[in-house]
């Protein structure tokens, strides 16, 4: 039986900016598969196929704002990269494990928020994910890079052989 590896701090960059100390919240990318189900004859049930997976987005708070995200509103389909580095402890050996999240998108929303006196402004900024690395201490877990046809999970490439039949 073992305790959980729990998210003990985080560190945020974007563009190579450090928020230490002023990004309070990242929400990293939900990944969800595109599920179609699917039944013919012979078939006892229905099977789910498999068409790739959903559009990635990441959220940043910040509890104030964040001028240099502010300029790069409009800009590229992967023009803001983003990355999250977490410590994880694992509560029955109290050993620590790096999660890193290296993104690249362009910014979908900004809010920045409501202003009151006196009070904290909570600087909320949603980015559209056009690429996505997982990696558990420097092993690549998943990466998944929507403009150029990549999907490696586990170090399996699983596109690799549908890109040679397109020819790119």
Known sequence: MGMPKILKNFATFVDGTSYVGEVTEVVLPKLTRILEGYRAGGMRSEAKVDHGYEALEAEITAAGW????????????SSVPLRFAGAVQSDDDAEYTSVEVE???RWEEIDPGSAKAGEGTEFKCKLAVTYYKLTINSE??????SINMIEK?????MLETVRQILGI
């Open 140 to 145: 690549e877990i998943i990466e998944l890079d």
């Open 66 to 77: 964040l001028q240099a995200v502010l300029k790069q509103w409009g800009g590229g389909v």
């Open 103 to 105: 993104m690249r998108g």
């Open 153 to 157: 999970v586990g170090g399996t490439d």
